[in-house]
């Protein structure tokens, strides 16, 4: 167990809707990252925030967005859902410093229809 | 920019064969390297990780060091088992920054 927790673990929707995913961090850990990962993609790093605040920005479409909360649990917003973006997204932590590890959830399974 | 370019595979061993998984990297400055692992159906779990060159990381018998002069962090294992079949990432972090990771290798061992 990573100490990252996301959720939900799978979720069925449909082409045109919009749904959220969450991310609880490791305890401590003031950075949070999302990735995607899909079949022809590998792993796209989408954007990572610290402490509440957009730190970088990665492949992320325009469609989706992000946001750290003052708890440091970070949700992920994906609308206008369309079928290329089925994929498993990923939260990861880490605290700061160089070289240290950056620790991922289990994933979120999409599957849009 | 950063980046990471990894024998992609898929590799397919029969138990207690020896296993290398190629990784190089481009980067500006020394960047820290790491090889996440993924079991079907799970996350991203660490593996192994080096922060500076010449460094070893190693972790139930894999191994990988940190070659500066080859901008290399090649994954090896001398003898594989059964359960290592799995997704391996090669991957490097500069500074606090994301982490970028390679394409992934599929490993699959035989019995």
């Known amino acids: 167990d990573s100490g990252v927790t996301q959720t939900p673990k799978h979720l069925i929707t449909a082409t045109g809707q919009r749904v959220t995913l969450r991310c609880s961090p490791r305890?401590?850990?003031?950075?949070v990252y999302w990735y995607q990962q899909s079949l022809d993609q590998g792993l796209q790093f989408l954007i990572q925030?610290?402490?509440?605040?957009?730190?970088a920005k990665g492949n992320i479409l325009e469609r989706f967005s992000a946001q750290q909360f003052p708890d440091l649990h970070s949700e992920l917003n994906l609308s206008s859902l369309e079928l290329g973006d089925s994929a498993l997204y990923f939260c990861?932590?880490?605290?700061?410093?160089?070289?240290?590890?950056?620790?991922f959830g289990e994933g979120s399974w999409l599957t849009v229809v | 920019g950063n980046s990471v370019t990894q024998m992609e595979g898929p590799v397919t061993l029969s138990e207690e064969a020896f296993l290398t998984i190629n990784c190089t990297y481009t980067?500006?400055?020394?960047?820290?390297l790491f090889w996440y692992v993924q079991y079907p159906g799970e996350g991203l779990q660490l593996l192994l990780k080096?922060?500076?060159?010449?460094d070893k990381g190693s972790n139930k018998g894999f191994e990988a060091t940190y070659r500066k002069e080859t901008t290399s962090f090649h994954l090896e294992k001398g003898s594989v088992q059964v359960s290592d079949s799995a997704v391996y990432f090669c991957?490097?972090?500069?500074?606090?920054?994301?982490?970028?990771f390679g394409a992934g290798t599929r490993l699959t061992v035989k019995p």
């Open positions: 991957a490097l972090r500069y500074n606090n920054n994301d982490m970028r």
């Open positions: 305890s401590g850990d003031l950075s």
């Open positions: 925030y610290y402490n509440g605040e957009e730190r």
């Open positions: 080096a922060t500076k060159a010449d």
């Open positions: 990861a932590s880490s605290e700061q410093g160089r070289g240290n590890t950056i620790y």
């Open positions: 980067a500006t400055g020394y960047p820290s």
